[in-house]
């Protein structure tokens, strides 16, 4: 675990872009960004590969770690301006907390996007045998393998960044700011890029497998419609260190 006065330092850094991991899609090992994020930084110190890897257990429990050590931080921070943090969380709160969460749990987008992770599943244990076949029998340079690993990479990733956007749609009504970007439409804007790769590559899959593959592609595109109907600033939503402003805009 990274002991405090490390991650003090690293925090202090003004390469860091601040906020850029929350409106990423974790995939650090294609990102241009990662000098500039301080999550990655913080995960690079740990010399075991699976610490790194978001599909292994390893990589949540640095993360969690990393949480833990952060939010030790800022217990201290509040100490030191006379804020005892603790004694926010009444038990109200954790009721109104765990309220929102079971609600976006029940959300028809949240249940259309876990109903698409398993759809997902249930295609690739159906169609291994099938897949190896294909990509046996493909031409060189077909790219099969990129399309399978990008799908694997967001299969789960598209529901938890739907789940945040609508629990954080939540927050927002009842703080009713429009002071600062909305956090629910930076999440849900990640959340249509995924499905957007996704769809590109269940398109490249159909293009040698065409078995349920369009049923997928026609469910993904209702989903995305659908996500952008609830959050219709999600894809101007400017994400730290990866968008542009537009100056003509």
Known sequence: MMKRDRLKKLAGDRKFISGIYNYCDRWCER??????????????????????DIRNEAFWKKLSGIFEETLELLRESAKEWGIDIESLDSTDD??????????????LLCR???SYSKTAEDWFK??????????????????LDEAFEVIRWYQYFICAKIMRAVRGATEDEE???????????GSAKIA????DRSIAAWAVIH????????????????????????FP??????????DRIDQNG
Not at 94 to 107: L, T, V, W, Y
Not at 215 to 223: E, T
Request: one cysteine or more; hydrophobic letters at 40%; charged letters at 35%.
């Open 31 to 52: 990102c241009p960004q990662t000098a500039r994020c301080l999550t990655f930084a913080s995960l690079e110190e740990d010399s075991d590969p699976e610490a790194q």
């Open 175 to 185: 703080e009713q700011s429009d002071e600062f970007p909305s956090d629910s439409d």
């Open 126 to 143: 159906e169609k291994e045998t099938l897949l190896f076949e294909t990509a046996a029998a493909a031409r060189e340079g077909v790219d």
């Open 207 to 230: 293009t040698y497998c065409d078995e349920g593959v369009l049923d997928i592609i026609a469910f993904l595109d209702r989903l995305r419609q659908a996500v952008e109907k609830a």
């Open 112 to 114: 259309a996007a876990k």
């Open 94 to 107: 954790m009721e109104s907390i765990k309220a929102r969460d079971d609600a976006a749990e029940n959300h």
């Open 192 to 195: 249509l890029i995924a499905i």
């Open 233 to 242: 600033r999600a894809r101007s939503f400017i994400r730290p260190g990866f």
